[in-house]
């Protein structure tokens, strides 16, 4: 069994910056795909950035030049460093991954719980 958890939202100034983290528990070998996601009230859930095993990167325009995705295998935790933030990016942030999980191929895909970013105007 693999669980994500998020951490590191919080009430943020505009300008300001936070640092989500996304920590996987259990038996795994490495992570092939990761992701930030992000769900505005009111709004479909989006693609902030991602992350490939081989360290490829692709961002959505609209974090492009503010944002840096970044995944550690050893410690199994992912991070999405949010600069220059800005009130439109008031939204529940969540990580999805997919990892290796055995040698066989085996792979296990799935959502963290999500956390909370506002940034005030």
């Known amino acids: 069994q693999v669980t994500l958890v998020e951490s590191g939202g919080g009430l943020v100034q505009s300008g300001g910056s936070l640092r989500l983290s996304c920590s996987a528990s259990g038996s795994i070998i490495r992570f092939n795909d990761m992701g930030w996601y992000r769900q505005a009230p009111g709004k479909q859930r989006e693609l902030v950035a991602e992350?490939?095993?081989?360290?490829?990167?692709n961002y959505a325009d609209f974090v492009k030049g503010r944002f840096t995705i970044s995944a550690d295998n050893a410690e199994k935790t992912m991070y999405l460093q949010m600069n220059s933030l800005k009130p439109d990016d008031t939204a529940v942030y969540s990580c999805?991954?997919?990892?290796?999980?055995?040698?066989?191929?085996?792979?296990?895909w799935g959502w963290g719980q999500g956390t909370q970013v506002t940034v005030s105007s």
């Open positions: 992350i490939t095993k081989d360290g490829t990167t």
């Open positions: 999805n991954a997919e990892f290796l999980i055995d040698s066989d191929g085996t792979t296990w």
